[in-house]
């Protein structure tokens, strides 16, 4: 099975920037499909971006602009480039995964899309 762990979560003021890493293993097939999710105390799971496995991406229009996401094939691992940081942007972030060849749905994530799922690193945005 696969399995992924993300690091890099932790404390900015508004503004500032962050940039969290998935590391992933246990690939089964050669394509797949990785996304990041973030969920607020007492809110849903909410689907933040997704990289498809021609290497296309989507955004939901809250972070649309100010995250990057992007994946290095080479070591297996999957960032969340986030900038302009809000405090609404204040989570628990997580990757998840899908294998199989999987084309750009040209929407935000979804949780049920997804698989797999790391453990999950905080962020908090506040001043």
């Known amino acids: 099975a696969v399995q992924l762990a993300e690091s890099g979560g932790g404390s900015v003021q508004p503004g500032g920037s962050l940039r969290l890493s998935c590391a992933a293993s246990?690939?089964?097939?050669?394509?797949?499909?990785m996304g990041w999710f973030r969920q607020a105390p007492g809110k849903e799971r909410e689907g933040v971006a997704a990289?498809?496995?021609?290497?296309?991406?989507t955004y939901a229009d809250s972070v649309k602009g100010r995250f990057t996401i992007s994946e290095d094939k080479d070591k297996n691992t999957l960032y969340l480039q986030m900038d302009s940081l809000k405090p609404d942007d204040a989570a628990m972030y997580y990757c998840?995964?899908?294998?199989?060849?999987?084309?750009?749905?040209?929407?935000?994530?979804?949780?049920?899309?997804?698989?797999?799922w790391g453990q999950g690193t905080q962020v908090t945005v506040s001043s």
């Open positions: 998840a995964a899908r294998e199989g060849y999987t084309s750009n749905w040209g929407r935000a994530p979804r949780a049920n899309d997804f698989v797999y």
């Open positions: 246990g690939w089964f097939y050669s394509s797949h499909c």
């Open positions: 990289i498809f496995s021609d290497g296309t991406t």
